[in-house]
């Protein structure tokens, strides 16, 4: 588990490459793209990200605590993730697969969003 630190985008993906799959408190320190990568079971926790994500996918994987802020999940896959109590102001999920995915307790501008409005945004 790497816990408290910040890195950046070619740090994670080596990272996340060798194996390493639970990032705890971890801060990107920049905005970029990582797409078209496999964070299949990766977990982030109480971490602070903000990326384009388009094509990746992340089946099984979890975001918990976490600020996502402005990242984007279009065409991703999702299937079988798990997202609880993040901050997902501005994300976009256009035509993210969802089958399976656990949505609880997301907030986008102080509102707490539903599996119902995921499915929304999906379309969008």
Request: charged fraction near 25%; glycine fraction near 4%; include cysteine.
């Amino acid at each position: 588990m790497i816990i408290e630190t910040e890195m950046t985008i070619k740090t994670l993906k080596e990272l996340i490459t060798s194996g390493e799959k639970h990032f705890k408190r971890v801060e990107i320190t920049e905005y970029g793209k990582i797409r078209n990568f496999n964070f299949s079971e990766v977990i982030f926790e109480e971490c602070m990200l903000s990326l384009d994500f388009t094509g990746s996918s992340f089946r099984s994987a979890k975001f918990i605590n976490s600020n996502i802020k402005n990242s984007i999940f279009s065409e991703t896959d999702l299937s079988n993730s798990e997202f609880f109590n993040n901050s997902i102001d501005a994300c976009v999920f256009r035509n993210a697969n969802i089958e399976g995915i656990i949505f609880l307790k997301n907030t986008q501008y102080s509102s707490e969003n539903t599996i119902e409005d995921l499915k929304e945004m999906v379309k969008k």
